[in-house]
């Protein structure tokens, strides 16, 4: 399978290029990085730590997609909604491990998947989406008589938040309750907010450091507490999920996926 990192020279697209370098039965066909990087021209596995792979940073993607069979996207939102456009004008698998995204950019991406195999996903890694499939089952045990929090930390780099795995797992919280997360959700606290509503999913999130990322979802009960914990600690984990994403997608119909598609969930 031929792939294309989108976004090479980020910490994610560097460990995509070793990801892509490293697997059986896949090739890197192409590594694109926007216009103006000071990267343009390196060699990509030079770039990623590697030996040369023979495989400049280029940044026009139109033609580094056409002879590709998939892109592996850890970008931004408004550069995803452009690559899956394009994605779809090649009829290609896009993955995207994006997070941040609107209402609006998921709609466009919606769109493309007419044309295009999109695997989205707030996070690639099978022990996340184990944890959102527990939580899901749990939400749907436990009544309102259990309050829901969503605890995330990342390290101090991190644009968005909450992050889009602490998203995943709120919406895995509420198809579990049966409810729209975006009526239920409480991202922010600060003054006098009066007692807690039975029935809201609660968000709380810490930035510091060089943190991967770890997330706990918290059911809060009279008398009792349950904890539903994960922690990442190398990028690598989500490089490998978006690998097995993109080669799962491979030989199926255009359509919008995800991680419960990928792994059987």
Known sequence: MRL??????????????????????????????REGSPVLGQDAGIL??????GVPVGDDPLPAFADADGVLDFTAPAASVFYAALAAQARIV????????????????????????????????????LLASLVRKVAATLDEGFDIEILEMHHRHKV??????????GEAAAEGRGVALDARKVAVRDGQTGPRRPGDIGFATLRGGSVVGEHSVIFAGGGERIELTHRASDRGLFAAGALRAALWAFPREPGLYGMDDVLGL
């Open 48 to 53: 990623a730590g590697l030996a040369p792979l």
């Open 94 to 129: 896009h993955v995207v491990g994006t997070t941040g995204l609107s209402e609006e950019d998921l709609a466009k991406l919606k769109a493309a998947s007419w044309h295009a195999r999109i695997v989205r996903s707030g996070n690639m890694s099978l022990g996340v989406n």
């Open 160 to 169: 968005d938040a909450p992050s889009g795995t602490a998203l995943l797992l």
């Open 4 to 33: 294309v990192v989108v976004g090479a020279s980020g910490r994610m697209g560097r460990m995509l290029i070793q990801a892509v370098a490293g697997a059986e039965g896949c090739t890197l066909a192409g590594a694109i990085e």
